[in-house]
T-cell receptor, first 105, second 117 residues
Framework: GQQLNQSPQSMFIQEGEDVSMNCTSSSIFNTWLWYKQEPGEGPVLLIALYKAGELTSNGRLTAQFGITRKDSFLNISASIPSDVGIYFCAGQFYFGTGTSLTVIP | KAGVTQTPRYLIKTRGQQVTLSCSPISGHRSVSWYQQTPGQGLQFLFEYFSETQRNKGNFPGRFSGRQFSNSRSEMNVSTLELGDSALYLC????????????????FGEGSRLTVL
């Protein structure tokens, strides 16, 4: 199947700090999506990107679709405790390895 | 609007048994996809059904199968269970047509946690 590599694997940050994570693929995707999963729940869609080079925001979240269509990044600004969870990038049905985010109050 | 419903939420089986999991998609969604989530392998795509037909398939052995009914509800079956099949099985639904067919904007259920002893 498709291989999506996500980094970093985990992050421990202080509340108020900004967070950046990225995702690379061996294949080209026409869409990049970012999901968040909290304990005991399924992933929830945060942002969808449809065009190479596109920069999209959703509140404190900003994501970009790489020009090569093989990568994407997600930034979270001014983190808060409820940002805790695992963040996944995805291309159609294929998911990255996840970034576990812990926010220390 | 009701979300994606998966049943059962938890189940325990022994090696060699088989299991059937059920997924009811969001009303109006015709695509249902299934995923296996484990700590070591992350979220792995099993298969996708649209209008009662398997439209996409991941890289899992034939012991993993699925089907979709005319009301878009879906089931997945795992036969001859192995210890390594212990995982959270997630189902997701989407419109499955138009732009969402290719974009994969998915709405997930809470999952069925399978333990194989």
């Amino acid at each position: 199947g498709q291989q999506l590599n996500q980094s970093p694997q985990s992050m421990f940050i202080q509340e108020g700090e900004d967070v950046s994570m990225n995702c690379t693929s061996s294949s080209i995707f026409n869409t990049w999506l970012w999901y968040k999963q909290e304990p005991g729940e399924g992933p929830v869609l945060l942002i969808a990107l449809y065009k190479a080079g596109e920069l999209t925001s959703n509140g404190r979240l900003t994501a970009q679709f790489g020009i090569t269509r093989k990568d994407s990044f997600l930034n979270i600004s001014a983190s808060i405790p409820s940002d805790v969870g695992i963040y996944f990038c995805a291309g159609q049905f294929y998911f990255g390895t996840g970034t576990s985010l812990t926010v220390i109050p | 609007k009701a979300g994606v419903t998966q049943t059962p939420r938890y189940l325990i089986k022994t090696r060699g048994q088989q299991v059937t999991l059920s997924c009811s998609p969001i009303s109006g969604h015709r695509s249902v996809s299934w995923y296996q989530q484990t700590p070591g392998q992350g979220l792995q795509f099993l298969f996708e059904y649209f209008s009662e037909t398997q439209r996409n398939k991941g890289n899992f052995p034939g012991r993993f199968s699925g089907r979709q009914f005319s009301n878009s509800r879906s089931e997945m079956n795992v036969s001859t269970l192995e210890l390594g099949d212990s995982a959270l099985y997630l189902c997701a639904s989407s419109l499955g047509q138009g732009r969402s067919r290719d974009t994969g904007e998915l709405f997930f259920g809470e999952g069925s946690r399978l333990t194989v002893l």
